[in-house]
């Protein structure tokens, strides 16, 4: 059984670009959620998506968007980057009736020069 | 809002050394404290579950306890696989929490043969 899968893996960008990254979650689960992590630091919330909408936001701007296919597969998109945002994005997907439970793809290493 | 402090932020062990953890949290109506272990490059792996003062929960070296302000992780006698970031993550009652998790800056352990 596939867990949560993560691409690209690595990635490096200038400031100014777009970036999406990808996302399949683990099998049965419906519901995908994004974290970014900087260096040293824990993961924090960007967006959950169930039913192919966003159902809550963290506090990130609206550079960040994002999407979720029938399938439950989700992007995540990188509007206008900044040096600021270099860090690992995390996928995590769950199930409805155990959200806490995330399952953690091995995340996309974004790099801003 | 939600907050999550880890200490120590890291933590040098002697294999056989047994110590604990620390996160203590603020939330505003506790859904949930979870416990993931993170290793070099992946991402975070899902230990426990508590909900509520009192509750504990074992898994081979580790065990999790939880009161109403604070949660440890025992790790009792060591061993260097048990070296990684440990995270705390709390999640918030209500309608509108859904799935969001407030992380923890994480500890680092290292256990030394």
């Known amino acids: 059984d596939a867990g949560v899968t993560q691409s690209p893996t690595h990635l490096i960008k200038t400031r100014g670009q777009q970036v999406t990254l990808r996302c399949s979650p683990k099998?049965?689960?419906?519901?995908v959620s994004w974290y970014q992590q900087a260096l040293g630091q824990g993961p924090q919330f960007i967006f959950q998506?169930?039913?192919?909408?966003?159902?809550q936001r963290g506090n990130f701007p609206d550079r960040f968007s994002g999407h979720q296919f029938p399938n439950y597969s989700s992007e995540l998109n990188v509007n206008a980057l900044l040096l600021g945002d270099s860090a690992l994005y995390l996928c995590?997907?769950?199930?409805?009736?155990?959200?806490?439970?995330?399952?953690f793809g091995e995340g996309s290493r974004l790099t801003v020069l | 809002e939600d907050q999550v402090t880890q200490s120590p932020e890291a933590l040098r062990l002697q294999e056989g050394e047994s110590s604990s953890l620390n996160c203590s949290y603020t939330v505003s109506g506790l859904r949930g404290l979870f416990w993931y272990r993170q290793d070099p490059g992946k991402g975070p792996e899902f230990l426990f579950t508590l909900y509520s003062a009192g509750e504990e929960k074992e898994k081979e070296r580790l065990k999790a306890t939880l009161t109403k302000k604070e949660s440890f992780l025992h790790i009792t006698a060591p061993k260097p696989e048990d070296s990684a970031t440990y995270l705390c993550a709390v999640r918030r009652a209500g309608g509108t929490s859904y799935g969001k998790l407030t992380f923890g800056q994480g500890t680092i352990l290292t256990v030394h043969p």
């Open positions: 099998s049965g689960h419906d519901t």
């Open positions: 995590a997907s769950s199930q409805t009736g155990n959200p806490g439970e995330l399952f």
């Open positions: 998506y169930y039913e192919e909408e966003e159902r």
